[in-house]
């Protein structure tokens, strides 16, 4: 990855053909990964280097040490067997019943949508172990050796 400075904050961060843009100061990326995340991705860590600048000051305070003893420091008492809790009488004659829902016009969708890591994930090329080659296997491969 190449980095070039425009400003003392901003970052253009090239990485093959593709072209990233980042603002340290708002702790943003154009690939959206450091919004989201709240961590520095891959293209902000580059900036980051080129700058010789620590990535800790950019991470969020919620994945600090202290965020996480925090979290579990207030003691939380496990609950009693069900057939001991106090319900009052007309919660418990209650009835819920499953929302009514209408089936939405048009055709099912036939995939999950994918999150954002998962789209943006590099696919791997399937190779054939004899002759080397991607792109293949080892029904198509025209290069190995044939026995008689």
Known sequence: MRVRASTDHIHTVIDGVKCFIICLQNKRCSCGQFQLDE?????????????????????????????LLYTYEILVDPLPDESKW???QHIAEEVVMPPIGKRQPGRPQKQRYKPYDEVN?????????????????KRSCKNALKRK
């Open 39 to 67: 961590l520095p991705c891959a293209y902000a860590l580059a900036a980051l280097r080129h700058k010789n600048k620590s990535y800790e000051n950019y991470c969020s305070p919620y994945y600090t040490r202290e965020s």
């Open 86 to 88: 106090n319900v009052p």
């Open 121 to 137: 994930a590099k696919k791997y090329k399937v190779s054939y172990g004899n002759c080397g080659l991607e792109g293949h296997n």
